[in-house]
C-alpha cells in the first residue's frame, strides 16, 4: 500500500516537472518577444508543491524571467500584491 502511494506521489511529481517545463518554454518565448511582464507572471503562476526538485525547476524559470528585466523594480511595482508572497517563498 505504502508503495502504491509512493509510486503515485512519484508520478504526480513527473507530472508537474513536466508542466514547469512547458512553463518555462513559455517563459523563453515571451522573453524573447520582449515581454518581461507577462514572463514573471507565468512564472509565478501555479507555485509547486514543497517538493524539492519541483521548486527548484520552478526557480530556474522565475530566475530566466527576472534576469531579462532591465528594470526589476519598476516591474515589481507592477505587479499583483498576490505575486510579492510567491516570490518572498
Same mark, same amino acid.
Given at each position: ?15 508537474? +516537472? ?11 518565448s515571451?522573453?524573447?518577444q ?31 524571467? +527576472? ?8 516591474? +515589481? ?9 510567491? +516570490?518572498?517563498?
Open positions: 500500500m505504502a508503495e502504491t502511494e509512493k509510486s503515485a506521489g512519484s508520478d504526480n511529481t513527473e507530472d508537474i +516537472l513536466a508542466k514547469i517545463e512547458n512553463k518555462s518554454l513559455k517563459i523563453e515571451l522573453i524573447k520582449y515581454k518581461p511582464i507577462e514572463a514573471i507572471k507565468i512564472a509565478l503562476e501555479s507555485y509547486p508543491p514543497q517538493d524539492k526538485r519541483c521548486k527548484y525547476a520552478n526557480w530556474i524559470g522565475v530566475r530566466k524571467a +527576472l534576469m531579462a528585466i532591465k528594470d526589476v523594480e519598476g516591474i +515589481l511595482r507592477s505587479l499583483d500584491p498576490q505575486y510579492y508572497d510567491i +516570490l518572498m517563498k
